[in-house]
T-cell receptor, first 115, second 115 residues
């Protein structure tokens, strides 16, 4: 099925380890986003990429880096994982441009635990 | 700044009863508003969206929402709850920040449907 694919689905890291969360979309969307979801806090934007070649910080960027590898792929890297980064991470994509408003298409999430 | 507030982090209804999930928005410009649903261990799915056309918006699975500017509200309703409606629901508003159009989410409402 067309959509947003995230890998891995589950991951356990030790404090200080690094890892990269992968995200790919096949809908030819211009914009891509990384959110984290924590209980009672909804979804908070970590980083986004309005179009290929651009990335910007969101609400909670500290401790993360991103790479927009091409139009399809947008990865999120944790350089030195901390227990506070235990969360569920969602990647999303959307169209961009014009006056038409689109929603987001979300991946199924990566559940990360840092011990 | 644009934001949404969801009133009630948990709502319980009996099967067959009316579902009412509350969302109020804050925006200095005409807002674009969305409702998403998240089933356990899944990503978010778009239920419906308001983009300044009709104020009563119909979505999937029998849900609808009415945009009320005078009350700055966009409440989600369904006339008769089904067991399959049990999920977490998020209201979101589209904001303009930097080079992208982003979604800012409320903190979510967990809907429980009682037999």
């Amino acid at each position: 099925n067309a959509g947003v694919t995230q890998t891995p689905k589950f991951q356990v890291l030790k404090t200080g380890q690094s890892m990269t969360l992968q995200c790919a979309q096949d809908m030819n969307h211009n914009s891509m986003y990384w959110y984290r979801q924590d209980p009672g806090m909804g979804l908070r934007l970590i980083y986004y990429s309005a179009s290929e070649g651009t990335t910007d910080k969101g609400e909670v960027p500290n401790g993360y880096n991103v790479s927009r590898l091409n139009k399809r792929e947008f990865s999120l890297r944790l350089e030195s994982a901390a227990p506070s980064q235990t969360s569920v991470y969602f990647c999303a994509s959307s169209e961009f441009g014009g006056q038409v408003v689109y929603g987001y298409t979300f991946g199924s999430g990566t559940r990360l635990t840092v011990v | 700044a644009q934001s949404v507030t969801q009133l009630g982090s948990h709502v319980s209804v009996s099967e067959g009863a009316l579902v009412l999930l509350r969302c109020n928005y804050s925006s200095s410009v005409p807002p674009y508003l969305f409702w998403y649903v998240q089933y356990p261990n899944q990503g978010l799915q778009l239920l419906l969206k308001y983009t300044s056309a009709a104020t009563l918006v119909k979505g999937i699975n029998g849900f609808e929402a009415e945009f009320k500017k005078s009350e700055t509200s966009f409440h989600l309703t369904k006339p008769s709850a089904h067991m399959s409606d049990a999920a977490e629901y998020f209201c979101a508003v589209r904001v303009y920040s930097g080079s992208a159009r982003q979604l800012t989410f409320g903190s979510g409402t967990q809907l429980t449907v009682l037999p």
